[in-house]
């Protein structure tokens, strides 16, 4: 062991169990690439106004969760703490909105930072896959994005998720809840820092998982029954079109999500088997951002899917993804045969076969160990005498059958066996 560990609420993704990261990366991407997204990738870090504008002043992942830093020349960053202010800064920075093309869509994938209590589930580094749709208001859009995430949560054989569904209204009906619900929270009995989250962002409140909080809450005005007849209109037809997709999701009232940027259409889907941390994404409209960072008026609307707790959902369902072994052909050299299935082995990845060979001059037995741990469905096993004849041993490693193949046929032979 070396003197230093991964640092608190990190971990290190090794070989095999990193290949479930790609697989499910892969499996979210796929379905946006199939609906018209474009792969961007934005910086680790930014100015750090870009999170606290974005994000909002008064949201945990600004006030306590960013990792930040100044830098020599003392420009204030933080490692990004989530992907929609930058990717909305890196297309308003590119001009992708002037180009007569919106809504613009992108996805990206990557690591992001958070500050929080580790706990399971909950980690410092983690990795999203995630989309963004800029410049354009339309329900379709977010039905699409909503259809997107399930189709790729099904893809990868999860059932057991909810989608919650709600709207938060846009900056004309918001306002006039917002005064209703912090009237009433004032008549409340709460604590110091829950009457300061009140006066500041009292849709947070109705967030309080404890319970001497949540019994208060009952009666609470819901944010529904003020919702503008437009948003109204628009939060039908969303549910509408998911409905009509065959997509089961659930009203929730009291989804609010714990980023500020939020407008109309807001969503999680939550997995049924990993306790408190059971979000294993989320999303939502996004209407006021652009104008927020600078920008011009933009309606938009994303999601991220968390990889972690993605793979975590997996093994609570003990989903066992199809991820085939990493080499095919393993290849055994013995005596002075080295040099010729060294060749072979580059020739066999040349023509599209994931081939590996025994190195550090192990014996027959050590480097059959190493042919089984490989996973590899072949194996090619040569010494002198095979080679003297013009032949490798070609062993099947799931029958354990064995015959001589010519040296000068084996690639094809190979290829043929494992098309
Ligand atoms: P978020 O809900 O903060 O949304 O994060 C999305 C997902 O990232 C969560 O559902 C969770 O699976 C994962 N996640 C978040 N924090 C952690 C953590 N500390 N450890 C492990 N996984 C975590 C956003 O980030 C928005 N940018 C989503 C969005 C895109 N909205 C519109 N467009």
Not at 274 to 294: F, W
Request: glycine share 10%; proline share 5%.
């Amino acid at each position: 062991m070396s003197t230093f560990k991964a640092p608190k609420g990190t971990y290190d993704l090794i070989p095999p169990y990193s290949a479930k990261y790609l697989a499910v990366r892969d499996a979210i991407a796929a379905p946006l690439r199939k609906a018209g997204y474009g792969y961007i990738e934005t910086p680790g870090f930014e100015d750090v106004n870009l999170f606290a504008r974005g994000v909002g002043e008064s949201t945990d992942i600004v006030t306590k969760e960013m990792f930040t830093l100044t830098t020599k020349g003392g420009t204030n960053l933080a490692l990004r703490p989530e992907g929609t202010a930058s990717v909305l800064r890196a297309a308003l920075e590119a001009s992708l909105h002037k180009k007569g093309n919106l809504p613009v869509k992108l996805w990206y994938s990557g690591s992001y930072y958070r500050y929080e209590r580790p706990q399971a589930g909950r980690y410092r580094h983690f990795s999203q896959v995630g989309a963004e749709a800029i410049g354009a208001e339309d329900p379709a859009l977010d039905a699409e994005l909503i259809i997107l995430a399930d189709q790729a949560y099904r893809a990868l054989g999860l059932r057991n998720f909810r989608i919650l569904l709600n709207s938060l209204g846009d900056k004309e009906c918001r306002p006039v809840y917002r005064e209703a619900l912090q009237a009433f929270l004032r008549g409340l009995d709460l604590d110091e820092e829950t009457v300061r989250r009140a006066e500041i962002n009292p849709l947070r409140v109705l967030d309080d998982k404890r319970p001497e909080v949540q019994k208060q809450l009952v009666g609470a005005p819901l944010l529904r029954d003020y919702l503008c007849d437009a948003c109204k209109a628009y939060h039908e037809e969303v549910r509408a079109l998911i409905t009509a997709a065959g997509v089961a999701f659930e009203d929730d009232e009291k989804l609010v999500r714990g980023l500020d940027y939020y407008t109309r259409t807001t969503f999680e889907f939550v997995h049924g088997g990993l306790g408190s941390q059971s979000a294993v994404g989320g999303g939502g409209r996004y209407d006021g951002l652009s104008e927020m960072i600078g920008g011009p008026a933009l309606p938009s609307v994303g999601w991220a899917l968390g990889v972690d707790r993605t793979v975590l959902a997996l093994e609570a369902e003990g989903i066992e993804l199809d991820i085939p072994p990493a080499t095919s052909v393993f290849a055994v050299a013995l005596g002075e045969a080295k040099p010729v299935l060294f060749a072979l082995v580059t020739e066999l990845r040349k023509a599209g076969v994931a081939a590996d060979i025994s190195y550090g001059g192990k014996g027959l037995k050590g480097a059959m160990k190493d042919a089984n741990r490989s996973g590899a469905r072949f194996a090619v096993i040569a010494g002198d005498r095979d080679l003297a004849e013009g032949v490798v041993q070609l062993k099947d490693m799931e029958s354990g059958d064995q015959s001589p193949v010519a040296l000068a046929d084996v690639v094809e032979v190979l290829r043929g066996k494992l098309a």
